[in-house]
């Protein structure tokens, strides 16, 4: 089955966006563990939820992805994809004793070279680690080896700089983007 | 420093979010039950340093794996949970569980007599002896039994004119209650151009024995059904199931739970509408539908389908049946869980968990519910009143099936 959207993490950020585009009338699936940290509801009208599951491979064809495949192996192919995988807790980052990675589509991250300065060992300073994440451009698009991938996004805790201390994230580039190219 | 984790069920992985808990059907409605959490990974460290620190409260775990869906940190919490009561809860349990468990046994003798046996299990005063003497709740309706099992009617030489075919693992629901769903699957596989295989020496798929407590007995059936399977899988055909819970039961518990080596079949081992969902989607089955099949139904995701995460591939196939209005409802415990329901002492929690399940069915407003596994079923109906049925013998009935032969067979 061809959705139009694919969101990948079903926290704060992943159901806005499913939600808005459920709402647009595109045929969207959720991939997500089960309900967030962030309490945010997966039970999204109209929407496809893939629960307690994971994308753990994606497909390439030239700049963009064709469809990706969770843990439980169903493969969901879509004309555009969603990360919202979030930050460390549920593996949407994933730090190694050096270096800071992003596991399903290995895209750009922005993180402190020197392990020393990732966090401050004074509980209440601002702690680096905290803004790691993925880089995008400025239409939401992630950035993998430099370059945007045509169909991918990424909204939410999982791209560098948001941090959890702030209430909402935003989506609405990333909604107008995946709307707009329905349209067309 | 410790590279990686040394527990078999992840216990190192628990960040103790208390996800798992918010999901428990039993806990929000049991303040005995200590929860997944405590259950699990909480109370596995203690158990490791003394089987004393079992906790009896671990009968009420329904092993539906709601806790190990939502788990963010990958802790097999319900597998934890089963292993310490199959380790620690006692070998001793009364007649009713061993006779709820041995669904082969009881099946066989039942369908043998089965007119005398659905007349007196239809019976209040009969009813009301069980629920005095063994303790099966008289509130509930027994399944009834078929006249004579599946396996007995079917004529395997109906299938000889196939050069492809697939092995049928019917389970005890299909034999000895309601032959019809084996039927259903028979004429689909049929009309896509397949023949039919059963197996020699097939047994209870052994859920309700792990259920009951009975390891032993479910690792025999375990090694028998795998022996069975490995040879039909060696032959190049798959093993088609019709139950959700019969297919999660011999892809994980088998391994997982009871140690017994399944590699050999896993795989090719799937429920009939994944095997079918599949070929249509790669264009190498076509399936013709009545045009004028016109249905209202909700689909209900069974626990242990959305532990497999399967229900992509029911809901896809009926998904392409015109004509029929469906809708998925958000996924909750029915709350029967196999043998528990039936049992007078949880009766009461059972239908008290299947509530938000009912009323969300009686909101949908459907003419049928339409789910993968039978013991939900028999729940549902109990609860809502509403036909359930499979979704492959909507199949059987949405699609024209000579059209489909025609169209596969060319």
């Given at each position: 089955?061809?959705?139009?959207?694919?969101?990948?993490g079903?926290?704060?950020?992943?159901?806005q966006?499913a939600?808005?585009v459920?709402?647009?009338?595109?045929?969207?699936?959720?991939?997500?563990?089960g309900?967030?940290?962030?309490?945010?509801?997966?039970?999204?009208?109209?929407?496809?939820?893939?629960?307690?599951?994971?994308?753990?491979?994606?497909?390439?064809?030239?700049?963009?992805?064709?469809?990706?495949?969770?843990?439980?192996?169903?493969?969901?192919?879509?004309?555009d994809f969603?990360?919202?995988?979030?930050?460390?807790?549920?593996?949407?980052?994933?730090?190694?004793?050096?270096s800071?990675?992003?596991?399903?589509?290995?895209?750009?991250?922005?993180?402190e070279?020197?392990?020393?300065?990732?966090?401050?060992?004074?509980?209440?300073?601002?702690?680096?680690?905290?803004?790691f994440?993925?880089?995008?451009?400025?239409?939401?698009?992630?950035?993998?080896g430099?370059?945007?991938?045509?169909?991918?996004?990424?909204?939410?805790?999982v791209?560098?700089?948001?941090?959890?201390?702030?209430?909402?994230?935003e989506?609405?580039?990333?909604?107008?983007?995946?709307?707009?190219?329905?349209?067309? | 420093?410790q590279?990686?984790?040394?527990?078999?069920?992840?216990?190192?992985?628990?960040?103790k979010?208390s996800?798992?808990?918010?999901?428990?059907?039993?806990?929000?409605?049991?303040?005995?039950?200590?929860?997944?959490?405590?259950?699990?990974?909480?109370?596995?460290?203690?158990?490791?340093?003394?089987a004393e620190?079992?906790?009896?409260?671990?009968?009420?775990?329904?092993?539906?794996?709601?806790?190990e869906?939502?788990?963010?940190?990958?802790?097999?919490?319900?597998?934890?949970?089963?292993?310490?009561?199959?380790?620690?809860?006692g070998?001793?349990?009364?007649?009713?569980?061993?006779?709820?468990?041995?669904?082969?046994?009881?099946?066989?003798?039942?369908?043998?007599?089965?007119?005398?046996?659905?007349?007196?299990?239809?019976?209040?005063?009969?009813?009301?002896?069980?629920?005095?003497?063994?303790?099966?709740?008289?509130?509930?309706?027994?399944?009834?039994y078929?006249?004579?099992?599946?396996?007995?009617?079917?004529?395997?030489?109906?299938?000889?004119?196939?050069?492809?075919?697939?092995?049928?693992?019917?389970?005890?629901?299909?034999?000895?209650?309601?032959?019809?769903?084996?039927w259903?699957?028979?004429?689909?596989v049929?009309?896509?151009?397949?023949?039919?295989?059963l197996?020699?020496?097939?047994?209870?798929c052994?859920?309700?024995?792990?259920?009951?407590n009975?390891?032993?007995?479910?690792?025999?059936?375990?090694?028998?059904?795998v022996?069975?399977?490995?040879?039909?899988?060696?032959?190049?055909?798959?093993?088609?199931?019709?139950?959700?819970?019969?297919?999660?039961?011999?892809?994980?518990?088998?391994?997982?739970?009871?140690?017994?080596?399944n590699?050999?079949?896993?795989?090719?081992?799937?429920l009939?509408?994944?095997?079918?969902?599949?070929?249509?989607?790669?264009?190498?089955?076509?399936?013709?539908?009545?045009?004028?099949?016109?249905?209202?139904?909700?689909?209900?995701?069974?626990?242990?389908?959305q532990?497999?995460?399967w229900?992509?591939?029911?809901v896809?196939?009926?998904?392409?049946?015109?004509?029929?209005?469906?809708?998925?409802?958000?996924?909750?415990?029915?709350?029967?869980?196999?043998?528990?329901?039936?049992?007078?002492?949880?009766?009461e929690?059972?239908?008290?968990?299947?509530?938000?399940?009912?009323?969300?069915?009686?909101?949908?407003?459907?003419?049928?519910?339409?789910?993968?596994?039978?013991?939900?079923?028999?729940?549902?109906?109990?609860?809502?009143?509403?036909?359930?049925?499979?979704?492959v013998?909507?199949?059987?009935?949405?699609?024209?099936?000579?059209?489909?032969f025609?169209?596969?067979?060319?």
């Amino acid at each position: 089955m061809m959705y139009d959207v694919v969101v990948i993490g079903g926290g704060a950020a992943g159901v806005q966006v499913a939600t808005a585009v459920s709402k647009a009338g595109l045929k969207c699936a959720l991939v997500c563990f089960g309900r967030s940290i962030s309490g945010a509801d997966p039970n999204v009208q109209g929407v496809d939820l893939i629960l307690g599951d994971k994308a753990v491979e994606a497909r390439y064809e030239g700049t963009g992805v064709v469809s990706v495949t969770t843990a439980n192996g169903i493969r969901l192919q879509a004309a555009d994809f969603v990360l919202a995988t979030g930050k460390f807790f549920g593996e949407g980052l994933v730090a190694d004793m050096d270096s800071v990675r992003e596991p399903l589509f290995d895209s750009d991250v922005k993180y402190e070279q020197d392990r020393s300065k990732w966090f401050d060992a004074d509980f209440m300073a601002p702690q680096a680690f905290l803004e790691f994440g993925v880089q995008t451009d400025a239409k939401g698009h992630l950035l993998k080896g430099g370059s945007p991938l045509s169909n991918v996004y990424a909204v939410g805790l999982v791209v560098a700089g948001v941090n959890a201390a702030v209430p909402e994230y935003e989506c609405d580039t990333v909604i107008n983007e995946l709307i707009c190219r329905k349209r067309i | 420093m410790q590279e990686k984790n040394i527990s078999t069920c992840n216990l190192e992985n628990c960040q103790k979010c208390s996800i798992c808990d918010t999901v428990c059907p039993m806990m929000a409605v049991n303040p005995e039950y200590p929860g997944p959490k405590q259950a699990g990974p909480d109370g596995e460290r203690y158990r490791m340093k003394s089987a004393e620190f079992y906790d009896k409260a671990l009968k009420y775990c329904l092993n539906c794996k709601r806790c190990e869906v939502a788990c963010p940190s990958g802790v097999h919490v319900a597998d934890m949970i089963a292993a310490a009561k199959l380790e620690h809860g006692g070998q001793t349990r009364p007649l009713r569980d061993t006779v709820l468990a041995s669904t082969d046994l009881v099946g066989s003798v039942a369908s043998t007599f089965a007119p005398m046996a659905n007349f007196a299990l239809g019976l209040s005063p009969v009813r009301h002896l069980m629920d005095g003497f063994i303790g099966v709740d008289e509130r509930r309706t027994f399944p009834s039994y078929a006249n004579g099992t599946f396996v007995k009617s079917f004529d395997p030489s109906t299938q000889k004119g196939f050069d492809r075919f697939v092995t049928y693992f019917h389970g005890c629901y299909a034999n000895y209650n309601f032959p019809q769903l084996a039927w259903d699957t028979v004429k689909v596989v049929n009309a896509c151009g397949y023949g039919v295989h059963l197996m020699k020496g097939e047994k209870c798929c052994g859920v309700a024995m792990v259920a009951n407590n009975m390891p032993a007995q479910a690792a025999k059936n375990a090694r028998r059904n795998v022996g069975c399977m490995s040879r039909a899988v060696a032959a190049g055909e798959p093993v088609l199931t019709s139950s959700s819970s019969c297919t999660f039961m011999m892809r994980e518990e088998y391994p997982n739970l009871l140690g017994v080596d399944n590699s050999a079949v896993r795989d090719s081992l799937m429920l009939m509408t994944k095997w079918l969902y599949e070929l249509v989607e790669a264009g190498k089955v076509k399936l013709v539908f009545k045009p004028d099949f016109k249905m209202k139904a909700s689909y209900h995701i069974a626990c242990h389908m959305q532990k497999l995460g399967w229900q992509y591939y029911s809901v896809g196939l009926l998904r392409m049946v015109p004509g029929l209005d469906l809708k998925v409802l958000e996924q909750n415990c029915c709350g029967i869980s196999g043998t528990f329901g039936f049992k007078k002492e949880n009766y009461e929690l059972s239908m008290r968990i299947g509530s938000k399940l009912f009323d969300s069915i009686r909101k949908s407003n459907p003419q049928y519910v339409i789910t993968d596994c039978e013991t939900c079923k028999w729940q549902i109906e109990h609860g809502t009143g509403l036909e359930v049925l499979n979704p492959v013998s909507v199949l059987a009935t949405a699609l024209d099936l000579e059209a489909t032969f025609k169209a596969n067979t060319q």
